[in-house]
């Protein structure tokens, strides 16, 4: 079993820069696999960016690409979503996520261990 603590978050105008950060403790044998998502009410949770924890090979969604980077640290227990350019469409509760994955990356099911959530809300 993993617990996924979540840092990080809160408000910032746009045009501005974020980072969230997720600490993994428990059995990291469950997990080979680091995801970002976030959700807004009425919604469908969104697959932000994703990274494999063996290679550090990062794998971004729509939602992440080009302004979002994803990594981790050396002991692979920790993961960080910087997030840069925000704009308000980047408004939502951004939850870290970990699992095991396959070939595809982002996919929801894969995810089995979540963090609490951080708010980002983002104003112009």
């Known amino acids: 079993h993993l617990t996924l603590t979540q840092s990080g978050g809160g408000s910032v105008q746009a045009g501005g820069s974020l980072r969230l950060s997720c600490t993994a403790s428990?059995?990291?044998?469950?997990?080979?696999?680091w995801g970002w998502w976030r959700q807004v009410p009425g919604k469908e949770r969104e697959g932000v960016a994703a990274?494999?924890?063996?290679?550090?090979?990062?794998w971004y969604g729509d939602a992440g690409l080009g302004r979002f980077v994803i990594s981790q640290d050396a002991s692979r227990t920790t993961v960080y979503l910087q997030m840069n350019r925000l704009k308000d469409e980047d408004t939502a509760m951004y939850y870290c996520?970990?699992?095991?994955?396959?070939?595809?990356?982002?996919?929801?099911?894969?995810?089995?261990?979540w963090g609490q959530g951080a708010q980002v809300t983002v104003s112009s």
């Open positions: 428990g059995d990291t044998r469950a997990m080979n696999c």
């Open positions: 990274i494999r924890t063996a290679s550090n090979s990062p």
């Open positions: 996520a970990a699992g095991l994955c396959g070939d595809r990356m982002l996919q929801l099911p894969d995810f089995k261990f």
